[in-house]
């Protein structure tokens, strides 16, 4: 994951109860706002046991292998970790039997299948605990790992859905569809039997959407994809790897509040983990499924592979080839990709499917595992959140004798933010991040702007506040220091692709002074991004690592594009400020000098080595003046012609020809006002800025510094205005702002 250059300022200025947001579409990529955790009478009364209910549901046959019904919450004793445990419900699951025909009725018709422009997003209901929502009913999650799988594989894989929709199907099975295509867990359909909408889905998915394509191994074997000068792949495996494993750990938590039987078939092109570095995140992974009560049956969508010798792909580089390397490297891929599958299967209770093209005996093996069980649950006398293992043991009391009982063994107790490992705190913020929900334990704040840095790219700041008091002090050698982590991503909204991320942990040390003011001022973290024209949806996660507490900012917001501008003056957002500091003061620093002053040439923050501290709440003190900062440009225009050497020079004239023409330089004027209603209370005067010609975009930088003491305290509209007086346009910017005493 990309580490930005990042600065964290303390900010001379309280936060603001009241957030502001611009009004005016001239800046539309510009974003003021903030999530609010609740206070005061909107703070939620929560009532806390730390009592669990476990939920196990038993198989129970006699010696012939056939169900035994009719028991009771009586029948059964369960002990955990050998304390016996109080049974507080027991309810039986009768189920079709799956080799039973599909009701004719029940076969959807070809004219009754819909192809979707866009594929809802919904999210696995839950139930209430105690309480069994799909009676008599048997549960199948289709999952598919697009981020895996080439389009071969992932059309083998839909159509062995559609074939089991369509053929298999009984009437005792519900089936939901999630997907994972990179970025984040879809749940495309809720459990349901309506097959007409499965198959829609189905189909909808077939055409194109969401579909991913990866080649992603690293040795001298694979293939030459023709991105010789591209970055490695083994540089990214690791991550690649545990995000697949996270979102699979997140769909099996999805499905976690649900008592029934539940059975997870995997679609995926293999999974090859990196030695030792992916383990943690697989027993997480594991973990989470045996937790929630769901088994994976993994099915790799390649099928039956007789060698990867092949014209769909580049020869291998390398002298391997000649070797015999290359076979051997490629057999062994292929096998540990499977052994991952292989062992995801294994120690959730599932099997895996290998060498097979029929990837709907996945589905239907998945199927036949479920037969008639009892749902058991108990509240556990263990209280304590210290994550280690609790093993189970269920017996059926007598009369009954000679039954044969199957059943989760154990689970894995939660923990307590005190007992986190850095893996789990790596797991927390990446499953935050794929919730669709926002976390507002810690109040955040966010401003977005633009700045045209050529005619295609824009350079995109990003500032988030974080208000000091809600932030732990923890002493640490005798020093005072905050811990922040930071988390997130910005999506192309269209498609959803993943542009760039953010991943870092922060200690920042505060002298006695600063930290005694942090309860009533706060950080800032900045960094800025490359984009291009267009909507973005950006989600950022900070979390005080002393206490756990997260909070979270999603939004989408537009970088327009100033080269199709015509009608008015193209400018960029604007930045309103009430203070700047040198750009090499800064509480936490990760770039070295060098980089500092390679970064400052380009961030369009730092005007004259000094950072403009964006105010983002939009709240002012007439004590101190506002500094407003915009650029406007003139794309057209051509850079002015290089100043003739001194010293003698001859000059030629070709008869009929013109000279080249100079440019004219158009001054351009701007001013700053501030209303109340329909009344001017404030203007700036005027003034004349000149473009810089020296630039391709012949950019004019617009800075104004505003004595806010004439004005009472109060709402105001402030208004930049940008006027071409020689091209007859101009630009109008406008915001809401507040200035207190």
């Known amino acids: 994951m990309r580490r930005p250059k990042l600065r964290f300022h303390l900010i001379g200025i309280a936060v603001a109860a009241v957030v502001f947001a611009a009004v005016t579409p001239a800046a539309s990529a510009q974003l003021t706002g903030a999530n609010k955790s609740p206070t005061g009478s909107e703070a939620p009364t929560i009532v806390g046991t730390g009592a669990r209910l476990v939920v196990e549901t038993v198989v129970v046959k006699d010696k012939k292998g056939n169900p035994i019904t009719g028991l009771t919450e009586k029948d059964f004793t369960i002990t955990e970790d050998g304390v016996p445990q109080k049974i507080s419900f027991c309810t039986y699951q009768s189920l079709t039997e799956a080799a039973e025909a599909p009701l004719p009725e029940a076969q959807p018709k070809q004219e009754d299948i819909k192809i979707y422009n866009r594929l809802a997003r919904e999210q696995i209901s839950s139930e209430t605990p105690g309480q069994v929502k799909y009676k008599d009913k048997r549960l199948l999650a289709l999952y598919f790992d697009m981020s895996s799988m080439p389009e071969p594989d992932q059309l083998r894989a839909l159509t062995a859905a559609e074939k089991f929709v369509r053929t298999q199907m009984t009437p005792a099975d519900l089936v939901a569809v999630l997907r994972y295509a990179g970025s984040s867990v879809d749940v495309l359909q809720d459990f349901t039997d309506d097959r007409n909408r499965l198959l829609s889905i189905l189909e909808t998915m077939v055409v194109g959407e969401g579909q991913g394509d990866t080649d992603t191994s690293s040795d001298d074997a694979s293939s030459d994809t023709g991105a010789a000068f591209g970055q490695d792949d083994s540089e990214f495996n690791i991550f690649t790897?545990?995000?697949?494993?996270?979102?699979?750990?997140?769909?099996?938590?999805?499905?976690?509040?649900?008592?029934?039987?539940?059975?997870?078939?995997?679609?995926?092109?293999?999974?090859?983990?990196?030695?030792?570095?992916?383990?943690?995140?697989?027993?997480?992974?594991?973990?989470?499924?045996?937790?929630?009560?769901?088994?994976?049956?993994?099915a790799d969508a390649r099928g039956l592979v007789a060698n990867n010798f092949d014209a769909s792909r580049g020869s291998a580089g390398g002298s391997s080839m000649y070797t015999g390397g290359m076979g051997r490297s490629m057999g062994s891929r292929m096998e540990q990709s499977q052994d991952t599958l292989y062992a995801l299967a294994g120690d959730t209770g599932g099997k895996a499917l290998l060498d097979n093209n029929d990837l709907t005996q996945a589905i239907v093996n998945a199927q036949k595992s479920v037969t008639n069980y009892y749902i058991v649950g108990y509240t556990s006398t263990d209280l304590a959140l210290n994550g280690k293992f609790r093993k189970i043991k269920v017996t059926v009391n007598p009369p009954v004798t000679e039954a044969s009982l199957d059943y989760r063994q154990g689970y894995f107790a939660g923990k307590q933010w005190g007992q986190f490992t850095g893996a789990d705190k790596d797991r927390q913020l990446e499953d935050a991040l794929m919730l669709g929900d926002p976390v507002t334990e810690l109040t955040i704040a966010m401003e977005?702007?633009?700045?045209?840095?050529?005619?295609?790219?824009?350079?995109?700041?990003?500032?988030?506040?974080?208000?000091?008091?809600?932030?732990?002090?923890?002493?640490?050698?005798?020093?005072?220091?905050?811990?922040?982590?930071?988390?997130?991503?910005?999506?192309?909204?269209?498609?959803?692709?993943?542009?760039?991320?953010?991943?870092?942990?922060?200690?920042?040390?505060?002298?006695?002074?600063?930290?005694?003011?942090?309860?009533?001022?706060?950080?800032?973290?900045?960094?800025?991004?490359?984009?291009?024209?267009?909507?973005?949806?950006?989600?950022?996660?900070?979390?005080?690592?002393?206490?756990?507490?997260?909070?979270?900012?999603?939004?989408?917001?537009?970088?327009?594009?100033?080269?199709?501008?015509?009608?008015?003056?193209?400018?960029?957002?604007?930045?309103?400020?009430?203070?700047?500091?040198?750009?090499?003061?800064?509480?936490?620093?990760?770039?070295?000098?060098?980089?500092?002053?390679?970064?400052?040439?380009?961030?369009?923050?730092?005007?004259?080595?000094?950072?403009?501290?964006?105010?983002?709440?939009?709240?002012?003190?007439?004590?101190?003046?506002?500094?407003?900062?915009?650029?406007?440009?003139?794309?057209?225009?051509?850079?002015?012609?290089?100043?003739?050497?001194?010293?003698?020079?001859?000059?030629?004239?070709?008869?009929?020809?013109?000279?080249?023409?100079?440019?004219?330089?158009?001054?351009?004027?701007?001013?700053?006002?501030?209303?109340?209603?329909?009344?001017?209370?404030?203007?700036?005067?005027?003034?004349?800025?000149?473009?810089?010609?020296?630039?391709?975009?012949?950019?004019?930088?617009?800075?104004?510094?505003?004595?806010?003491?004439?004005?009472?305290?109060?709402?105001?509209?402030?208004?930049?205005?940008?006027?071409?007086?020689?091209?007859?346009?101009?630009?109008?910017?406008?915001?809401?702002?507040?200035?207190?005493?």
């Open 241 to 298: 790897t545990d995000r697949q494993l996270a979102a699979l750990q997140t769909a099996a938590e999805s499905m976690e509040h649900l008592n029934e039987k539940k059975e997870m078939i995997y679609f995926a092109s293999g999974m090859t983990l990196s030695g030792m570095d992916n383990q943690a995140q697989l027993h997480a992974t594991e973990q989470a499924a045996l937790k929630a009560g769901v088994a994976i049956w993994a």
């Open 448 to 741: 977005i702007n633009y700045f045209q840095l050529n005619k295609a790219e824009y350079q995109v700041p990003v500032m988030i506040k974080i208000p000091g008091r809600e932030l732990a002090l923890a002493k640490k050698r005798g020093a005072e220091h905050t811990l922040i982590d930071f988390i997130g991503e910005i999506k192309d909204d269209y498609g959803g692709t993943t542009e760039t991320n953010i991943r870092d942990h922060v200690d920042i040390k505060l002298s006695d002074a600063t930290a005694a003011e942090l309860a009533k001022r706060p950080i800032e973290y900045s960094t800025f991004y490359t984009l291009l024209p267009g909507k973005h949806t950006i989600k950022v996660l900070a979390r005080d690592d002393e206490t756990g507490r997260i909070g979270t900012f999603q939004t989408s917001f537009v970088v327009p594009n100033l080269n199709k501008e015509t009608k008015r003056v193209p400018i960029s957002s604007v930045v309103l400020s009430s203070e700047r500091q040198s750009y090499q003061q800064a509480i936490y620093n990760v770039a070295k000098e060098k980089e500092q002053n390679k970064e400052a040439a380009v961030d369009p923050l730092v005007q004259n080595g000094l950072k403009i501290i964006p105010s983002v709440t939009r709240v002012f003190s007439k004590g101190k003046n506002l500094f407003v900062f915009l650029q406007a440009y003139e794309a057209d225009a051509a850079p002015a012609p290089a100043a003739p050497a001194a010293g003698p020079t001859t000059t030629a004239t070709v008869v009929g020809s013109a000279a080249p023409a100079v440019p004219s330089v158009r001054p351009l004027v701007a001013f700053v006002s501030f209303y109340q209603g329909q009344t001017k209370v404030l203007e700036t005067k005027p003034e004349e800025v000149m473009p810089n010609m020296n630039t391709r975009l012949q950019i004019a930088p617009m800075s104004f510094n505003v004595d806010l003491s004439p004005l009472a305290p109060g709402k105001y509209d402030c208004q930049v205005t940008v006027l071409d007086p020689a091209g007859q346009k101009g630009a109008f910017w406008q915001s809401e702002i507040m200035v207190v005493p």
